[in-house]
């Protein structure tokens, strides 16, 4: 199911043997544009803590998260200061924690899997001194914390560039609780074309300028106006996907993706 991500800023994250606490934040990683992580503030239960939590333990997604974790674990957690860069050395840390494959080994969204909960594809195994090489060339590149890791709260509000002009800002992002892919931003136009709300995919981006706070997409302001409307008071159904992706002669996700 896609829904926006202000819909699980909120939800309880309940463990098999009680809730840890309420989703404060999404982490995703601004090269597949995945949720990584799930940020929870854990309240009263662990005082003055918030913890990660992969999508890799979610079991099921409802009017609570459900996850396939004790309080034990979570509370034995390793510890993350949510308000600084999350670096390599901590996700490794917490994979490791967990039992989890790193989602960065092998070709699919998430490493072996192209969404949680799948049995591993088969494919090819990387030999050891590959993987080993690659780890070590991403620490040279991020030995200041991982600068792909971003927050949800902190790009909502970045500004969105057409090929021919501004056409408004980010408002929320519409993530799938399957694959926890950002599929679609979600553009406030009120300074461009006001009241509405238009629908972008990620792989339209052309670059984004993190310190600007701008994300440049490669399509005109005509091609976007004239795209299937998003009315957010219906579902978000495969048939308008259908008919937004046909429009702008872009590929159906669903067809490839996985394979």
Known sequence: MIKP?????????AAVDGDLGSVADLYFDDLSWTVRYLVVDTGTWLPGRQVLI?????????DKILVDLTQGQVKDSP???????VNRQQEEA???YYDQRYYWEGPYRWGLLAYPGMPPVPTAPVPADGIAEEMAARERETALGDPSLRSTRDVTGYYIRALDGDIGHVEDFLIDDRAWAIRYLLVDTRNWWPGKTVVLSPDWIKTVSWPDSQVHVDLRRAEIEAAPAYDPGRPFDRAYETRLLEH???RKYWEWEGR
């Open 5 to 13: 991500a202000s819909e699980f800023k909120g939800l309880t994250i």
């Open 79 to 85: 510890p993350v200061e949510t308000d600084k860069p």
């Open 94 to 96: 917490i994979a490791r």
């Open 248 to 250: 702008h002669n872009r």
């Open 54 to 62: 992969s999508p890799l333990s979610v079991r099921e997604v409802a």
